[in-house]
């Protein structure tokens, strides 16, 4: 079946712990792209990759870290986080390299205490 | 940073009642994408309309794209229950140092009551 899987689904951690969130598509797309959802803000970008090696900075990039090695995969990495860092986090693929017609993973809601 | 105004945030109907909602910005997009999303899942795409003046249907859904692709609407005719869920509408932004970019609007709740 083709999809985005991330993993974890929840995660609840303490400031300062490193994390990392990972993301994997299996349809071979282009674009990878992560995004945070709040309340009354709706989803900002924080990362995109528009191919392997290729990444670059979305709306809201601080304190988040991406890599993108190979095309199926695409890790956010939170160095130290922070209580604003909670919320609930989508990765998204498409067959790219442009931001369109994405399809989305099921979330990983995020809590740091 | 481009912004999409979206509105309205919440709309709450009868089923059988028509609606629309809105998408505008002063920046031009390359596309304009609209997704639903239902509690606990991701996105999912609906339509995407990428020429100025585009108009697209999906059943009881008619999506427009303005002339100038700054501005987007969507509107359900004789709304029904399984309507109800957040609708999203996400511009790609037109090249230059923005290529690869999706800002998205803040959303609107709908909720068709039976």
């Known amino acids: 079946e083709a999809q985005v899987t991330q993993n974890p689904r929840y995660l609840i951690t303490v400031t300062g712990k490193k994390l990392t969130v990972t993301c994997s598509q299996n349809?071979?797309?282009?674009?990878m792209s992560w995004y945070r959802q709040d309340p009354g803000l709706g989803l900002r970008q924080i990362y995109y990759?528009?191919?392997?090696?290729?990444?670059d900075k979305g709306d809201v990039p601080e304190g988040y870290k991406v890599s993108r090695k190979e095309k199926r995969n695409f890790p956010l990495i939170l160095e130290s986080p922070s209580p604003n860092q909670t919320s609930l986090y989508f990765c998204?693929?498409?067959?790219?390299?442009?931001?369109?017609?994405?399809?989305f993973g099921p979330g990983t809601r995020l809590t740091v205490t | 940073t481009q912004l999409l105004e979206q509105s309205p945030q919440f709309l709450s109907i009868q089923e059988g009642e028509n609606l629309t909602v809105y998408c505008n910005s002063s920046?031009?997009?390359?596309?304009l994408q609209w997704y639903r999303q239902e509690p606990g899942e991701g996105p999912v795409l609906l339509v995407t309309?990428?020429?100025?003046?585009e108009v697209k249907k999906l059943k009881r859904l008619t999506f427009q794209f303005g002339d100038a692709r700054k501005d987007s609407s969507l509107h359900i005719t004789a709304a029904q229950p399984g309507d109800t869920g957040l609708y999203l509408c996400?511009?790609?932004?037109?090249?230059?140092?923005?290529?690869?970019?999706?800002?998205f609007g803040q959303g609107t709740i709908l909720t068709v009551h039976p």
């Open positions: 996400a511009g790609e932004n037109a090249g230059g140092t923005s290529y690869g970019k999706l800002t």
């Open positions: 990759s528009m191919n392997v090696e290729v990444t």
């Open positions: 309309v990428v020429t100025g003046g």
């Open positions: 349809m071979n797309h282009e674009y």
């Open positions: 998204a693929s498409s067959p790219g390299p442009r931001a369109f017609e994405q399809y």
């Open positions: 920046s031009v997009f390359s596309s």
